[in-house]
């Protein structure tokens, strides 16, 4: 047996081995029935090792009393070469999860603005008179219908107040209805079925159903 190459059979069992050294072990192998034999023993060694933490992997190198038993007993160097590729490996899948971290911050970085971005109304309309009364409408489309959002200041300030949505057939939706603010301000938001191409007028109306503000879509 040549005691130089049967010293590689741990680091040839776990592939450990760079190729010429590793060729020099499997022609070795085919003189030597020795070697054959304790690496029949060994095959199963690395899956078996990686299932445990390596002080127990290391620990079950020596049988009672400190001696090796050469044909149960798994050589210590065995244990050397499964710590080296697990430090390997731990280092490989840091740098990985680092990286993904850092694609994953970037594109949060990037695509965080526009999450907390409102949604865009598909149209606008206001309406203002001369005693200060002021109203804006904010329309977006919807699989439904439309959704409205309402915003006004200087109106009445007491009674129920409700907006009408009128259609181009002549039809008309209560959108929405509210109770009168102390201020005169108002920020509510309402909806109808009609779609938003089909509406031809919004009315704000006061609780004996007269107009406030009239607001007429082209």
């Known amino acids: 047996m040549n005691a130089t190459l049967h010293h590689l059979l741990g680091a040839y069992v776990l592939g450990g081995l760079d190729p010429a050294d590793a060729a020099a072990f499997e022609a070795h192998l085919r003189d030597c029935a020795a070697c054959r034999k304790e690496l029949a023993l060994m095959e199963k060694v690395p899956m078996l090792l990686d299932a445990l933490p390596v002080p127990d992997a290391v620990a079950l190198a020596s049988v009672p009393g400190g001696s090796a038993d050469a044909g149960t007993a798994v050589p210590a160097r065995l244990f050397d070469e499964l710590a080296r590729r697990r430090r390997t490996l731990r280092r490989r899948w840091a ?81 929405c209805a509210w109770t009168a603010t102390p201020s005169g301000k108002v920020k509510v938001t309402g909806a109808t079925p009609i779609q938003l191409g089909s509406i031809s007028s919004v009315e704000l109306r006061d609780g004996a159903q007269r107009p406030v503000a009239v607001i007429t879509v082209p």
């Open 95 to 175: 740098a990985l999860a680092g990286a993904v971290a850092a694609a994953c911050l970037a594109v949060g970085l990037a695509v965080g603005p526009l999450l907390a971005r409102p949604p865009q109304p598909d149209a606008t309309y206001s309406v203002a008179s001369g005693g200060g009364l002021q109203v804006n409408i904010d329309m977006a489309r919807k699989t439904w219908g439309t959704e409205l959002a309402v915003s006004g200041s200087s109106l009445p300030a007491d009674g129920t107040l409700s907006l009408w949505v009128r259609d181009r057939a002549g039809g008309e939706d209560r959108a």
